[in-house]
């Protein structure tokens, strides 16, 4: 253990000394508080806070990862090949503990670095209001929709398996099925459009969706409707009017008399954009079933439905905004340990320049996961044996860091809850870069040290 | 029988990219290394003495044969821990200062807090790098980088010390502190292993000798005996012409023949003389202060519970003191005058200390060569010409005696 620390402290010395982090440092240093007093944002509070957190922590994650990888990547690479290694491995010091101590110099040193930089942004986050004389409205919007922790709840997931079988034969007696689509892909469009069609209201029609398990930090929280509306005619000023009306599923549903007051509210709102309504958290009934109705009146005239993504849900305090913050950076951190393990792997086995160009291709395919995993599916679904046992594989083995994107929580006030931490700490830390590490733990045990390859 | 390094056919081929067989560095190599032995591995450059070294400690796999060293597997921490290894060029981080380097080192080998700091005061000390303990290694000259590498060997006092080239890039005093060092060391009882093609380092320190080419070794043995002759070499201070012609004489007696000439002071001798004297009028150096601190570092490390260097302390500070008394009497009197009227003491001794600075710097050099083979009878009847010699002089002049002393303290302190 005493060894492991050795080389930590060392290769901490290093990036600090050599001036690796002192360019990211100062260049951090400078553009967060920079961004602090320049961000407007939409001109509201709650925009500009918006926006600040939105580029601070994006700055800050993307230049940590490349400081993570330059810094793994050279503290192995530069010690092979300028042979320090010679002098250090003849020493009682077993080749894994060099490694491992290489990967803990690295993580202390991120996590010295993401403490100060997340100091840094929650202080300005913070203090902002103060830095603006926020209006009173401005303050209360912020307060509800910024420094907050929203749980979501999306309407539950029907299954609509049955139907889309029975369309299917449908399609098939009357030999309309599109020849150029696989079984797999004619099912798959027609779930989302039968899906969709639960999620469409008729003018004149009313739309009743029951969320369950909701639970409010108390009763005088507010519960926010975030939804967006999508039309099958765009009416002529993009607006769409809609009553809500909010409260126990059985009254709304079953006319069955409620303790719990129902809100009922009518409001007019651009199409295809996100808005949300502001509901009292005491029209919650005990039992946490709550109904949330959508009438479409006869003026609008189209029909409205709600996209199965981001459509409709509903929000509501969970957690406090540090908390929150707090998660949003440990999300971070793990994204940063998989890039110094990543680090250490490629070094293990390449040159510096090598390895480091490997590592940003897997930093930016892993940045745009979601991407590329549904390109490789696209692609390999003709050569589907072949491509689900190699390439398929592999592909998983990205982590994918815009699924744990920090500001997809924080922006909307999104409660990142600790399941959720702990399911990409298990990904990204315990099984990715624990994979990894095993990797170059093996490649270098075997490595010829003192071997030079031209 | 127990050996420190033992090697049974070792041979490292180096394969291109493709398995094609390139280069064979070392050759069925067997090589045994007994424990408290200063053993030379000798060779012209890409003979294999380092690639067999790398062999040795697990920075390269054999490609057939294995290594036994201190009784196990080179790679194997619990050997490492007993092994000092200065490798051909000194390796360090260039961002950690004097102090820092040897602290990560005294890490590695997980020394106490106390320990190491102690340790590392003394290695300074001793390889005269305290001045400069703060800068960054990186700003070091090859020499002081090389001072710092054989610190860094040296941290978990081992008992097997594999040196790669160690004189490379030291001054003339760095090297003869190196060579001292390898003597106290190995009458320490440590094992040393030094690998070299500066001939003159490998015959001053080393017991036993292999000489590497093409991978094989071409001729081992003890330096006694790999160089031994049959010749006798006499030197004495300035002697006059009828004292040359009456030594001629006793030698033309004895059927032997000799040969006079005037020899040269080594420059070594010289060089190590004149920084001596610089150091004396305290001239500023921003580079390594090369001083007889081996002596400070052994007594300092002794209190550590270090046995083994209280063994050196004592002879270490004998040398000291004959050094400064000999420079100061060279300096104002004997240079010029010796140069002059050639009237100088007198001196036979048959060990001559090359690196010692002595009182004379002209000698008379009388090299004879036995007609017959040796045998004990001659010894025995050329001593006594020796005696006859000294005592005659001994007569005539009288600062033969001061001399005599001053030769015997350099003596004794060079054999230590």
Request: charged share 20%.
């Amino acid at each position: 253990m005493r060894s492991i620390w050795a080389v930590a402290i060392n290769t901490i010395r290093q990036a600090l000394r050599l001036k690796i982090a002192a360019a990211f440092i100062i260049l951090l240093l400078i553009l967060l508080p920079v961004m602090g007093v320049s961000v407007t944002g939409d001109g509201t509070l709650k925009g500009r806070l918006q926006t600040f957190v939105s580029y601070g922590l994006s700055l800050t994650s993307i230049l940590l990862c490349l400081l993570t990888i330059v810094v793994s990547v050279y503290s192995l690479t530069s010690d092979i090949k300028q042979r320090q290694i010679y002098t250090v491995i003849t020493k009682p010091i077993r080749r894994f503990q060099f490694l491992l101590g290489k990967l803990l110099g690295v993580a202390l040193l991120d996590i010295a670095l993401l403490f100060l930089f997340s100091i840094i942004i929650y202080g300005i986050t913070v203090f902002m209001p103060g830095f603006y004389n926020a209006t009173a409205t401005e303050l209360t919007e912020a307060d509800n929709e910024f420094y907050t922790a929203r749980a979501s709840l999306a309407p539950p997931d029907i299954d609509v398996s049955k139907e889309v079988e029975e369309v299917y034969s449908k399609l098939k007696k009357a030999g309309q099925l599109p020849e150029t689509m696989s079984y797999n892909e004619i099912i798959k469009q027609l779930t989302s459009v039968t899906k969709l069609e639960r999620r469409a209201v008729a003018p004149g029609y009313i739309l009743p969706l029951l969320f369950t398990g909701i639970k409010p930090i108390g009763p005088n929280e507010s519960l926010f409707i975030r939804f967006k509306y999508d039309v099958a005619v765009t009416p002529t000023d993009s607006q769409i009017i809609g009553r809500w009306l909010v409260g126990d599923y059985r009254q709304i549903q079953y006319g069955e008399k409620s303790d719990t007051p129902i809100y009922d509210a009518t409001y007019k709102h651009s199409i295809r954009t996100i808005h949300e309504i502001e509901v009292p958290a005491s029209v919650v009934p005990a039992d946490g079933r709550l109904c949330v109705a959508f009438a479409n009146p006869p003026i609008n005239n189209t029909v409205v439905f709600f996209p199965i993504e981001d459509g409709l849900e509903v929000l509501y305090k969970a957690d406090t905004f540090t908390g929150n913050f707090v998660r949003v950076v440990l999300l971070i951190f793990f994204r940063l340990v998989f890039l110094a393990s990543l680090g250490i792997l490629a070094a293990s086995f390449l040159s510096f320049p090598v390895a480091i160009l490997f590592c940003l291709v897997i930093f930016f395919t892993a940045t745009f996961s979601n991407f590329v995993i549904e390109s490789f599916n696209f692609l390999g679904r003709n050569l589907s044996s072949v491509y689900s046992y190699t390439v398929k594989p592999v592909i998983q083995l990205l982590p994918q860091f815009d699924k744990f994107n920090p500001t997809k929580f924080l922006i909307p006030a999104r409660l990142l809850s600790w399941i959720l931490v702990a399911k990409a700490a298990a990904l990204m830390v315990c099984v990715k870069s624990l994979l990894l590490l095993l990797i170059a733990l093996l490649i270098f045990s075997f490595k010829e040290i003192a071997r030079i390859i031209v | 029988m127990d050996y420190a390094i033992e090697t049974f056919s070792l041979t490292k081929v180096f394969s291109d990219w493709w398995g094609r067989d390139k280069v064979i560095a070392v050759d069925d190599l067997n090589l045994r290394i007994q424990y408290n032995e200063v053993f030379g591995l000798l060779g012209p450059n890409g003979s294999g003495k380092t690639t067999t070294l790398k062999l040795l400690l697990g920075l390269l796999y054999p490609t057939k044969g294995r290594a036994v060293i201190l009784g196990g597997d080179g790679a194997d921490p619990k050997i490492n821990a007993k092994i000092g290894f200065l490798p051909e060029e000194s390796y360090l981080y260039r961002y950690l200062n004097a102090r820092e380097t040897l602290d990560f080192y005294g890490r590695l080998f997980g020394l106490a807090a106390k320990v190491r700091k102690m340790r590392i005061e003394s290695l300074l000390d001793m390889v005269g790098l305290k001045a400069v303990a703060n800068r960054p290694v990186g700003t070091f000259s090859k020499g002081m980088a090389r001072r710092i590498g054989l610190a860094q060997a040296l941290i978990n006092d081992p008992d097997l010390l594999i040196l790669d080239e160690p004189t490379t890039g030291l001054d003339p005093i760095g090297t003869r502190q190196i060579k001292d060092l390898v003597l106290k060391l190995a009458e320490r009882g440590k094992t040393i292993l030094l690998c070299s093609h500066l001939l003159a380092d490998v015959e001053d320190v080393c017991d036993r000798i292999a000489i590497l080419y093409g991978g094989r070794i071409q001729a081992e043995g003890k330096v006694k005996d790999l160089l031994q002759t049959n010749k006798k070499q006499i030197t004495t201070s300035d002697l006059s012409d009828t004292a040359v012609e009456r030594i001629k004489q006793i030698l033309q007696d004895e059927h032997a023949q000799c040969e006079i000439t005037s020899p040269m002071d080594k420059l070594e001798t010289f060089f190590i003389k004149t920084v001596a004297i610089a150091q004396e009028h305290a001239q500023p150096t921003s580079g390594a202060v090369s001083t007889t601190q081996i002596g400070d570092f052994l007594a300092a490390a002794s209190s550590g519970d270090n046995i083994l260097d209280k063994l050196v302390s004592a002879t270490v500070s004998e040398e000291t003191t004959t050094e400064t008394l000999k420079t100061r009497q060279v300096v104002p009197t004997e240079v010029p005058e010796s140069k002059t009227d050639k009237e100088l003491l007198s001196k036979l001794s048959k060990t001559v200390e090359p690196a010692q600075p002595k009182p004379v710097i002209q000698n008379e050099k009388i090299k004879t060569e036995s007609v017959e083979p040796k045998t004990f009878e001659k010894e025995h009847v050329k001593k006594s010409i020796l005696d006859r010699l000294t005592g005659r002089f001994a007569e005539r002049d009288e600062h033969i005696e001061q001399a005599e002393e001053n030769k015997s303290q350099t003596g004794d302190a060079g054999d230590a």
